[in-house]
């Protein structure tokens, strides 16, 4: 089978397993593959025949238009990350206003304390729908109802606690 391993295949199967691997993987020793690899004019002791050679401390080297893409991205990334941060610092003001908000008691009174005062509220619609939802709501705030329908008109109205 480690005749069957061709420049092509090494190449493919070198940016993913390592020599040893893949001379296991086609029957034949490490020397045997050193020696193809120097037959097809791969760097022998190279990590990764796939990749361009780099010495140690070098970067690899880009063109000029590669490097004016990565520098496109890095400025489109540091804009969106700019605008996140913004939109952050936006959102924490808005959430330190909105608890201080909710924190700081009601002056007024509340619903409870308007219905008892008013001592009845009545709504009249067409509307059933409407009549339905205002129906729960006070129901919801725990107020005594009164509910007829008198000729197409629904009429709610909150009956005084005694």
């Known amino acids: 089978m480690g005749e069957q391993l061709i420049r092509e295949k090494y190449l493919e199967l070198s940016g993913t397993l390592t020599d040893r691997r893949i ?82 008691p009601s002056d007024g009174p509340t619903i409870q304390e308007v219905l008892t005062r008013l001592g009845h509220i009545s709504i009249r619609t067409e509307d059933e729908q409407m009549a339905d939802l205002i129906k729960q709501g006070l129901f919801a705030l725990g107020s005594d109802l009164d509910y007829r329908v008198r000729s197409g008109i629904i009429e709610v109205t909150t009956v005084p606690s005694e």
């Open 23 to 104: 001379a296991e993987q086609y029957n034949m020793t490490s020397q045997t593959l050193i020696q193809k690899k120097k037959k097809w004019g791969i760097t022998v002791g190279k990590r990764n025949a796939a990749l361009p050679q780099v010495g140690k401390g070098e970067l690899p080297k880009l063109t000029t238009q590669e490097s004016d893409s990565f520098k496109e991205q890095l400025a489109r990334k540091d804009a969106e990350i700019i605008k996140l941060k913004k939109e952050i610092k936006k959102l924490s003001e808005e959430a330190a206003i909105y608890q201080e908000h909710q924190q700081e």
